[in-house]
């Protein structure tokens, strides 16, 4: 049997000096599963925030438009949390693209997921805006891209995340320890980013691996609202399909409690809104009633605008838009909590003395102004 026949499809070798095989560049097979993207159209994907032509279909691969600019990226419909994604990316020239995974459905790609980057330039010296670089936060072990197709291989199993270049290995990071992306989406879309650059990428597809996270849906539909209870005043509320809508003055509180936890939510609220999202809160009207309260207000010099720890810390404003979606992400851990207004850290806080569980309310705070909330949801955590 030859040394090429015997190999394990995971090893290629080169000779040594001595004429040994050494074991160099692991590269493991192309993924097995499902083809996201049939090599004739764009079904299955959405174009965000630009128009029809940021994205095109020819000679078998998706095109970048070199007219299509950031905000605008092609996002996949389905969702992916753990998984192994593989394919190929076209250089020629200048370059400028990229490839997200756990993308939100609305706030920015590169913020709220990840984004892999795609550029022409091979450097010497990697640095965290290079090719293969978790942009714009860690850079390659390498940089090793070439003119014409390139390959790559993306593993995301929680919390590793191994990125392959043409058969090499860049990444090989544990997201848990990176004092940044521990806070990322572990589970969203998969998308291209478009930078007035363009870019080609084929045979797509994706192996799904098992589930690791276990959220608990507060609200996807109307059936929902039992998990709720009015514990304020009389909120106007409205189940508009996936989408929730207080108004009025009041509070709709969860039957559950909640001490260490991750809430997430869309949220998108009328211009001069005021409300919260409210924990660690028990009953009202009684001598020991206590809670924390997280503002909604888009006023960017408000005392407390969104994202304050209401009476503790005032949020750095994050410029949100009147009636646009926003991901909402509020983490609390024993005595600390920290808010993320579209992957951004907007309020962090380590001083909270009721470490008691509570539930979490959504507060409407002035009639006439509407908050509306969607894929709300809430993970417990493990001290």
């Known amino acids: 049997m030859s040394l090429r026949s015997g190999m394990n499809r995971r090893q290629l070798f080169r000779l040594g000096a001595a004429g040994v095989p050494v074991l160099v560049n692991a590269q493991a097979p192309l993924a097995t599963g499902e083809a996201i993207f049939d090599g004739a159209s764009l079904r299955g994907w959405t174009i965000v925030d630009g128009p029809d032509s940021s994205f095109f279909v020819d000679d078998g691969a998706i095109a970048v438009s070199p007219v299509a600019s950031f905000p605008s990226w092609l996002r996949s419909e389905a969702t992916y949390e753990n998984f192994e994604l593989t394919g190929e990316f076209f250089i020629r020239g200048w370059t400028d693209s990229g490839i997200y995974i756990h993308a939100p459905e609305h706030?920015?790609?590169?913020?709220?997921?990840?984004q892999i980057k795609v550029f022409h330039q091979?450097?010497?010296?990697?640095?965290p805006q290079s090719a293969g670089s978790v942009f714009p936060l860690v850079a390659p072990s390498k940089v090793n891209v070439k003119s014409g197709w390139n390959s790559f291989r993306i593993r995301s199993d929680w919390p590793k995340l191994v990125v392959a270049i043409n058969?090499?290995?860049?990444?090989?990071?544990?997201?848990?320890?990176?004092?940044?992306?521990?806070?990322?989406?572990?589970?969203?879309?998969?998308?291209?980013?478009?930078?007035?650059?363009?870019?080609?990428?084929?045979?797509?597809?994706?192996?799904?691996?098992?589930?690791?996270?276990?959220?608990?849906?507060?609200?996807?539909?109307?059936?929902?609202?039992?998990?709720?209870?009015?514990s304020e005043g009389k909120p106007e509320m409205a189940a508009l399909g996936h989408v929730l809508r207080l108004n009025g003055l009041g509070h709709l509180s969860t039957n559950e409690k909640f001490r260490d936890f991750e809430f997430q939510a869309y949220i998108r609220a009328a211009s001069q809104h005021n409300g919260g999202v409210i924990f660690r809160s028990t009953p009202r009207g009684t001598p020991q009633h206590k809670h924390y309260e997280i503002q909604l207000h888009n006023v960017e010099e408000a005392h407390y605008p969104t994202g304050s720890l209401y009476g503790f810390k005032r949020a750095s404003y994050p410029r949100i838009e009147d009636e646009k979606w926003y991901l909402f992400q509020l983490i609390v851990r024993d005595k600390w909590c920290l808010v993320r207004i579209n992957g951004e850290n907007v309020t962090e806080y380590d001083r909270l003395d009721n470490l008691e569980e509570g539930t979490i309310e959504l507060q409407a705070h002035r009639a006439g102004f509407w908050t509306e909330f969607k894929r709300v949801r809430v993970k417990r955590l493990t001290t």
């Open 167 to 230: 058969g090499e290995t860049v990444h090989d990071l544990d997201m848990e320890a990176h004092p940044e992306l521990r806070y990322r989406l572990r589970s969203g879309h998969i998308g291209i980013a478009a930078a007035s650059a363009p870019c080609r990428f084929r045979n797509l597809r994706v192996q799904r691996l098992p589930a690791k996270e276990q959220w608990i849906s507060l609200y996807e539909s109307a059936a929902d609202l039992k998990k709720w209870t009015v």
């Open 107 to 114: 706030g920015r790609p590169t913020l709220c997921g990840l």
């Open 122 to 127: 091979p450097e010497e010296t990697p640095t």
